[in-house]
C-alpha cells in the first residue's frame, strides 16, 4: 500500500499550483519582445525612453539587442533568414540588403495609430521610419577653419586633420560619395575620389574603423571627419570642441527605419513597439539632449543642433538610391582597402 | 572502471567538441569551396581571390611578421624579468607576478583604447616629447606598425611572462650552484642550464604570443587603423560587411592554417631542442 506523506502531498500541491500558472506566464509572455538596437547612444536612449512608454502604453516588455544595422542582417543571413529577435532597425544600405534576403514581415502602417504624425513615405509594406540622420562635416572650431564644403577635405590644411572611414557604414558610404561628386566622380564613377585620395593619404593622420572615428576626434589625432549630426551633439555634450558645417553642396541625409523579423512570434507587440517609438512623447524626448535625435513626427521639432526646422526639411537634403549603391559596394570596399595600404 | 574502459572518460569532451568545433570547422571549410553560404555549387573562386591575389597575400604576411615582432618584442622584456623573478626576495617576486597578471583584469578593449590616449598625436607620449623638446612636432605612432607592436607587447606580455616564469621556478638552484662551482660563468650557466631547462616555458610563451598578437582583431582595427592590413578585419569585413562568406571561409582558413604552421614549428623545435 502506498502512503502519502506529508512532502509529497505538499509536492504535488505545488506542482498543481505550477501548472495552474503557466497560462498566466504564457499571457506574460505575450507582451515582451526583442529588439535589435543600435550599440552606444541608440541603446542608451531606447532604454531609457521608448521601453518605460512602451510598458506604460501596452504592457509590453522589451529586451534589447546591441547590434549594428549590418550586424543585424549578418545574424539573420546566419541564422537562415529567422532573426533571433523581433524588430530591426537599419539604415537604408542594410534596409535594401534586407529587402533582397526577404528577411522582413510583411508591414501593414495601418497598424500604427501614429501613422499620421510621419510625413508621406515614410511607412511602407516593409517598415516604418523612425529617425533621420544628418551627414556633414565635424570640425574642431579651435584647430582648424571651417571646411566651406566636401572639395575643401582634398586641400592640403585640411587634409592634414582629416580622419578617413571607408564604405562599411551608410554615413561613410555617401561621403565618399559626396566627397567624389566634388571633384568630378559620380555613384558610377568613382575614380576621381580615389585618385584624391592617393594625393592625400600621405597626410591624414587616420584612416580607422568608423566606431574609432569618435575617440580619435576627443584625443585630437584628428580634427575635421565626416560624421552625423547625432554625434557631434553627442561629443559637445561631453566637452569636445566639435561643430557641425552643413557642406555647400548641403548635407546629406536619409532615414533610420524598423521593422519586423520574419518569422517573429510578437508581431502585435512589435507593432506597438514601432508605435510608440514614433508617438509625439518619445519622439520629443529622444530629440532632447542629451539624445538629440533627429525625428520623424511633424509635431516635433529638431534640436538646435540640426540644421532643420521640421522633417519637412528632409526633402531639401541630398539623398541617395541604395538599391544603385548597395551592388557597387562590396567592389567599393575592396578598392578602399587596397588603396588606402601602406 | 578498467583502464580498456578508461577512453569513456573522454567521451563527453571527445561529442562536444565534434559538434561545436569539428562539425562548424567543416562547414567552414565546406562554404570556402562554395559559390555562396547556401553551399548551392562547387567554386574555387575564393580560394583563387586569396592565394592569386598579392594584395590578400600580403595581409597573410603582414599578420605573421606582425605576431613574430610582437614574440620578439615581449621576448626582450620577459626574459629579463623572468630572471629577476628567479633571484628576487618574495616581496619583489610578488610585485612582478601582481604585474604580470594586472593586464589580464582589465578588459582588452580598455586596454586597446587606454592606448590611443598613450600613442595620439596629443597622447602622453608625443606630450612628454614635445615639452622636453625633443621633438619639434607630434612624431605618428598611433595608425603605425611599431605603435601597434608597442601596444600588443603590452597586452600580450603575461602570456610570454607567466609560462617562463613557471618553467624557470621549476630549475632546481642546486643546478646554478654547480654550474657556478664547477667553474662556469653567468652567461655560460644561462645559455647551458637555465634556457635548455626553460625552453618549455619559453616556447609555450611564444606560441600564446604569436597566436594571440597574429589574431588580435580589436587592437589591430583600433590601434593599426585601415592603413594596415591584416587577415582578421578582412575576415570580419568580407563577413559581416560585405555578405561574401565564401571569401571570408577561405580568409579564416588561411589565418588559422598560417597560426598553426607556426605554432607547430614552435613545438617542433621544442622537440628537437629536449632531444638535443
Not at chain 1, 502506498?2 to 505550477?18: D, F, H, I, Q
Not at chain 1, 543571413?77 to 529567422?82: D, F, L, P, S, T
Not at chain 1, 561613410?172 to 575614380?191: P, R
Not at chain 2, 571570408?248 to 629536449?274: D, E, I, N
Request: charged share 15%; with cysteine; proline share 6%.
Amino acid at each position: 500500500m502506498t502512503t502519502l506523506s506529508r512532502r509529497t502531498l505538499m509536492g504535488a500541491a505545488l506542482g498543481t499550483l505550477g501548472a495552474a500558472g503557466l497560462p498566466f506566464r504564457a499571457a506574460q509572455a505575450a507582451g515582451s519582445m526583442t529588439a535589435a538596437v543600435y550599440p552606444g547612444g541608440w541603446d542608451e536612449a531606447l532604454r531609457a525612453v521608448l521601453a518605460p512608454a512602451l510598458k506604460q502604453a501596452h504592457g509590453v516588455d522589451v529586451a534589447f539587442e546591441p547590434l549594428f544595422a549590418v550586424d543585424q542582417i549578418a545574424k539573420a543571413r546566419a541564422a537562415r533568414g529567422v532573426a533571433p529577435f523581433d524588430v530591426f532597425v537599419l539604415d537604408p544600405g542594410p534596409r535594401v540588403s534586407g529587402m533582397d534576403l526577404k528577411l522582413f514581415e510583411p508591414f501593414d502602417p495601418a497598424r500604427l495609430s501614429n501613422r499620421a504624425r510621419l510625413p508621406a513615405g515614410y511607412s511602407d509594406e516593409v517598415g516604418a521610419g523612425v529617425a533621420a540622420q544628418v551627414v556633414g562635416i565635424a570640425y574642431n572650431p579651435k584647430k582648424v577653419a571651417r571646411p566651406a564644403g566636401w572639395r575643401d577635405l582634398f586641400k592640403p590644411e585640411f587634409a592634414k586633420h582629416l580622419g578617413l572611414t571607408g564604405f562599411g557604414t551608410t554615413f561613410g558610404t555617401i561621403s565618399l560619395i559626396e566627397m567624389a561628386k566634388s571633384v568630378g566622380g559620380s555613384e558610377a564613377d568613382m575614380e576621381p575620389l580615389f585618385t584624391e585620395l592617393r594625393k592625400i593619404l600621405s597626410l591624414v593622420p587616420a584612416v580607422a574603423q568608423p566606431a574609432a572615428m569618435p575617440g580619435l576626434f576627443q584625443q585630437g589625432q584628428i580634427d575635421i571627419m565626416y560624421t552625423n549630426t547625432y554625434t557631434v551633439t553627442l561629443l559637445k555634450s561631453r566637452g569636445v570642441d566639435i561643430e557641425f558645417a552643413v557642406p555647400e553642396t548641403g548635407a546629406a541625409a536619409f532615414g533610420t527605419t524598423m521593422h519586423i523579423a520574419k518569422g517573429s512570434r510578437n508581431i502585435d507587440a512589435a507593432y506597438q513597439y514601432i508605435d510608440t517609438m514614433i508617438s509625439t512623447p518619445v519622439q520629443a524626448a529622444l530629440a532632447a539632449p542629451p539624445y538629440s535625435f533627429v525625428p520623424v513626427n511633424t509635431e516635433v521639432k529638431p534640436g538646435a543642433d540640426v540644421p532643420m526646422k521640421s522633417i519637412d526639411d528632409l526633402r531639401s537634403f541630398v539623398t541617395h538610391d541604395w538599391t544603385k549603391i548597395n551592388p557597387q559596394r562590396p567592389r567599393w570596399i575592396d578598392r578602399f582597402n587596397r588603396e588606402m595600404a601602406k | 572502471m578498467t583502464e580498456q574502459g578508461a577512453w569513456r572518460l573522454a567521451l563527453p569532451l571527445a561529442l562536444a567538441q565534434a559538434a561545436f568545433f569539428l562539425a562548424p570547422l567543416l562547414l567552414l571549410a565546406a562554404t570556402s569551396f562554395a559559390t555562396d553560404e547556401n553551399l548551392g555549387s562547387l567554386s574555387l573562386a575564393a580560394w583563387a581571390d586569396v592565394l592569386g591575389d598579392a594584395f590578400h597575400l600580403q595581409a597573410v604576411l603582414n599578420t605573421l611578421r606582425l605576431g613574430a615582432v610582437t614574440v620578439l618584442a615581449t621576448l626582450l622584456l620577459a626574459v629579463p624579468l623572468a630572471l629577476l623573478h628567479l633571484v628576487a626576495g618574495p616581496g619583489l617576486r610578488r610585485l612582478i607576478l601582481l604585474a604580470a597578471i594586472l593586464p589580464l583584469l582589465t578588459s582588452v578593449v580598455v586596454r586597446t583604447f587606454a592606448w590611443i590616449v598613450i600613442l595620439g598625436r596629443e597622447g602622453v607620449i608625443n606630450s612628454a616629447l614635445l615639452s622636453t623638446g625633443a621633438i619639434a612636432a607630434p612624431i605618428p605612432l598611433l595608425q603605425t606598425e611599431h605603435g601597434l607592436v608597442l601596444a600588443l607587447t603590452q597586452i600580450e606580455m603575461p602570456l610570454m611572462l607567466l609560462p617562463l616564469i613557471a618553467a624557470l621556478r621549476r630549475i632546481d638552484p642546486a643546478l646554478l650552484d654547480a654550474s657556478s662551482a664547477l667553474g662556469a660563468s653567468l652567461a655560460r650557466t644561462l645559455r647551458k642550464v637555465v634556457l635548455p631547462m626553460a625552453l618549455p616555458g619559453l616556447l609555450a610563451g611564444c606560441t600564446l604570443v604569436f597566436a594571440s598578437a597574429s589574431t588580435a582583431f580589436i587592437s589591430q582595427s583600433v590601434i593599426g587603423g585601415g592603413r594596415l592590413a591584416y587577415l582578421p578585419m578582412l575576415v570580419w569585413q568580407q563577413a559581416m560587411v560585405v555578405f561574401n562568406w565564401p571569401l571570408a571561409a577561405a580568409l579564416a582558413l588561411t589565418l588559422m592554417g598560417s597560426v598553426l604552421t607556426v605554432a607547430a614549428a614552435l613545438s617542433m623545435l621544442g622537440r628537437r631542442a629536449a632531444h638535443a
